[in-house]
């Protein structure tokens, strides 16, 4: 019998050491792919631009455009739900993919708001915008804060709008 527990115990034994390399391996890869996750940070995220109506209500699906002095375009976006436009990436990184930001010339690069219904707004860039970047994101910085007025409703509008008025497009062709 005493052969037998000795078998049991280095059985027991052996059982125990494959579990705990087993735990062991588990935790290390657990350590190992934290810290991956931990080097995927997200860059920051800048907030450029926000667009809102004349009541202060964000207007999404505003076409935001930048054009240089030929009148080529440069970069365009569409605002969020929120009315805002958001600018990707670290300080550093910016300087190259999006060079107009850190352009000391930036008087002659021009941007354009557009939505349907709304008056066209125009402006022309400050200069050096990378210098005004917060290092880490966020809502301070850049932000170019535009409020776009309601096309008026023009005459012709108007003449549509009352019933029985003679006019080309309510007679039968």
């Known amino acids: 019998m005493p052969k037998q527990n000795e078998n049991n115990q280095r059985v027991s034994e052996i059982y125990l050491l494959k579990v705990s390399c087993r735990y062991l391996i588990i935790i290390c890869w657990l350590v190992i792919s934290g810290r ?29 455009v930048i054009y240089d002095a030929s ?20 300080k550093n990184e910016l300087a190259i ?18 939505r349907s219904g709304y008056l066209t707004y125009e402006s022309v860039l400050e200069r050096n915008l990378l210098d ?23 005459k012709i ?3 549509r709008a009352i019933p029985g008025r003679d006019s080309a497009h309510n007679r039968p062709p």
């Open 71 to 90: 009148g080529e375009e440069i970069r365009h976006w569409l605002s969020d739900d929120a009315g805002r436009v958001h600018i990707w990436g670290y």
């Open 132 to 154: 005004k970047l917060p290092d880490w994101g966020g809502e301070a910085g850049i932000k170019v804060k535009v409020k776009l007025a309601r096309r008026p409703k023009s």
């Open 157 to 159: 509008s108007s003449l």
């Open 36 to 64: 991956g996750i931990e080097a995927q940070v997200a860059p920051p995220s800048y907030t450029f631009i926000e667009v809102t109506d004349e009541s202060g209500l964000p207007l999404a699906g505003a076409a935001v």
């Open 97 to 114: 993919r999006e060079p107009w930001l850190s352009k000391s010339d930036n008087r002659s690069n021009v941007l354009r708001i557009t």
